[in-house]
């Protein structure tokens, strides 16, 4: 026995090779289901937009362990984890970091557990050196600071709802399906269908050429002198374990007992006594073997044996086709297809498997065309701001009128009441901290001397943007570097767009030394990915789009310098809200065609930037 009872948190492996923990909410909602469905609870799916309308379009499938996005098809793996039930998730303490866009992420589970076990001991402060990250975190000032560039950021613990907890003895080497807190009863021997016989040819083969198989148990963890929990070494620094059911976290004293860390397979595994050659007849079909163990190529390679062994064998299947171009069903569709019927035990014959088209075919120059309606073929900004007022109370004034009476409610910027002088504590500016202004077009009410604060922490070009409804006044830009914008027509379709050819977008933003107006002034600026190439089908509303991202481009709208939420560098540049297409053939990660919605979102997102129809009118193309 391993544990009397324990903490479930199921989590999800990002980009990074790090398992990113759900809400509270969504591990109930996971478990709820689990229980519902009795024996077959591993053969099912769950949706997670029941639970958390940010998570609509994705899907659990429980048998493969992978969460699938049903709008990109895209597969990420899934595990479901367990912790001491002294740990912070079993008391519902989030530990999360401030982000430049001023919102809260959460930490890794595992830090977070770290940083509250040496909170609760009333450490000072406590160093992530150890655990893989260069990080010192101050208790006194509730700060992360980071070592290398002495950078901070706040912290701040709150409570959430207590993971759920499972009780009872959990075997050793956990197998899914099981249910929670009871024990497994040994797997059945595997199933004589040709798919499983497949995965064991498979396996074997994998195995004899020093492939896939099963690792050893990872060696228990050491405590930290801190009383931590010791964070997983970073792919590639070691033998990883399996993604699957039973991992078992948390700090190791209060443990019953210090335990291995082991992870079980998503799937019955084999026993060592089944042999791939076993005879038809000698095993029974209670138990599908395991495919977490295969790797990608091995399940590339299985899938295709497996069409080729049930058509000659004359078990009927159905092709889920999930090609590129010319195919009618797109992968999201494809994948989706493929899980309902892996769930539903009917074979599946996959014909291709997915492909990422990030480029067009090669282009020679003399195919090559200008954009007709739009004059010039690139564009250069400069560090040139927007015409400045003379000073902020004069730019406000065109923007504001007085109020002489105050309603009874609070000022949203320094949340003291409007009847009472203004609260902002930083430079004080030259207004009287009583004023009270309402602006013009969304009626908003605040304090002048915020206000003017306000825009002294910005910009300073002239603009102004309610920070109620974010309604702008005059014209706002942004705080993109120096670059060049080049735009042309080249002779290829978009999926979903076959009629038109395609408009290429190639932004070049070189590396450089941040200006006055950046998050640290005087320090350089990385520039990763550059040059950059987009692409809007050359239809009217995609020409419409062109000439809004170039009067954006104007104003330095489309770049800023910030922290990379893909890579989490700062001091680099970062796209600005307003997104854009970066694959041309395929749309496996969310950002290439087909997408029916993506012109008129991307119009929405210009209209919030203050830029609309009018604003390609007023300035030259």
């Not at 009476?405 to 009287?432: F, N, W």
């Not at 932004?507 to 990915?529: V, W």
């Amino acid at each position: 026995m391993l544990l009397a009872s324990a903490v479930v948190v199921w989590e999800w492996l990002n980009e990074h090779g790090r398992w990113r923990p759900y809400s509270p909410a969504v591990s109930h909602h996971i478990e709820a289901v689990i229980r519902a469905g009795g024996p077959r609870a591993g053969s099912g799916s769950v949706v997670l937009g029941q639970v958390d309308s940010r998570l609509s379009p994705y899907i659990i499938d429980l048998q493969s362990m992978h969460q699938f996005r049903q709008d990109t098809g895209t597969l990420r793996p899934v595990r479901r984890s367990y912790y001491d039930p002294a740990s912070a998730p079993g008391k519902g303490v989030v530990w999360e970091w401030e982000n430049d866009n001023g919102s809260w992420t959460p930490y890794d589970m595992e830090v977070g557990i770290t940083i509250q076990h040496a909170y609760e001991k009333q450490h000072p402060w406590i160093d992530l050196t150890s655990i893989g990250f260069c990080y010192v975190i101050d208790f006194g000032t509730m700060s992360q600071i980071n070592r290398q560039t002495q950078r901070k950021r706040h912290i701040r613990h709150r409570l959430d709802l207590i993971y759920p907890v499972v009780t009872g003895t959990l075997p050793k080497s956990q197998s899914w399906p099981v249910s929670p807190g009871v024990a497994s009863s040994p797997p059945g021997p595997p199933c004589s269908c040709p798919q499983c016989l497949l995965v064991m040819s498979v396996k074997a083969a994998a195995g004899a050429n020093g492939g896939v198989g099963l690792l050893p148990p990872m060696p228990a963890r050491k405590n930290m002198p801190s009383g931590g929990t010791k964070v997983p070494p970073p792919p590639g620094a070691g033998p990883k374990p399996l993604d699957g059911m039973g991992t078992i976290r948390g700090p190791g004293k209060t443990m019953a007992s210090q335990v291995n860390r082991r992870q079980a397979s998503s799937t019955p595994a084999l026993t060592s006594s089944t042999s791939p050659a076993s005879p038809p007849g000698a095993t029974s079909k209670n138990g599908r073997v395991a495919l977490a163990t295969l790797n990608r190529t091995n399940l590339q390679r299985l899938a295709i044996a497996q069409s080729r062994v049930l058509i000659a064998s004359g078990v009927p299947t159905v092709p889920v086709k999930n090609l590129n171009g010319s195919s009618p069903v797109n992968p999201a569709l494809a994948g989706i297809t493929g899980i309902l019927m892996s769930a539903a035990g009917l074979p599946v014959c996959l014909t291709r498997p997915p492909k990422l088209v990030l480029h067009p075919p090669p282009v020679s120059k003399s195919e090559i065309k200008s954009i007709p309606g739009v004059s010039n073929t690139s564009r250069k900004t400069t560090k040139k701001q927007a015409k400045k007022g003379k000073t902020p109370e004069e730019v406000l004034k065109k923007y504001l009128q007085k109020v002489r009476h105050p309603p009874d409610e609070d000022c949203t910027i320094c949340m003291e009441r409007l009847a009472a002088p203004s609260g902002y504590k930083g430079p004080q500016p030259t207004v009287k901290p009583d004023l009270v202004g309402k602006l013009s077009k969304c009626g908003h009410i605040y304090h002048l001397h915020c206000l003017v604060a306000m825009y002294n922490n910005g910009n300073k070009d002239g603009s102004l943007q309610c920070p109620t409804c974010k309604t702008i006044y005059g014209v706002k830009t942004g705080t993109q570097p120096p670059g060049k914008m080049e735009y042309h027509l080249i002779p290829h379709s978009l999926p979903g767009h076959p009629d038109c050819k395609t408009i290429r977008i190639i932004y070049n933003i070189p590396p450089g030394i941040q200006g006055p107006e950046h998050p640290n002034p005087g320090k350089s600026f990385t520039a990763r990915g550059f040059p950059r190439h987009c692409y809007l089908p050359d239809s009217e509303k995609g020409r419409k789009v062109l000439k809004l991202l170039l009067v954006a481009w104007d104003r330095r709208l489309i770049f800023a310098v910030g922290t990379s939420s893909t890579t989490g560098e700062s001091d680099t540049v970062i796209w600005n809200e307003v997104h854009h297409k970066t694959e041309f053939g395929s749309n496996l990660t969310g950002h290439g065609y087909p997408d029916a919605n993506y012109l008129d979102n991307v119009l929405a997102e210009l209209a919030a930037q203050g830029i609309a129809e009018d604003s390609a009118a007023l300035e030259k193309d």
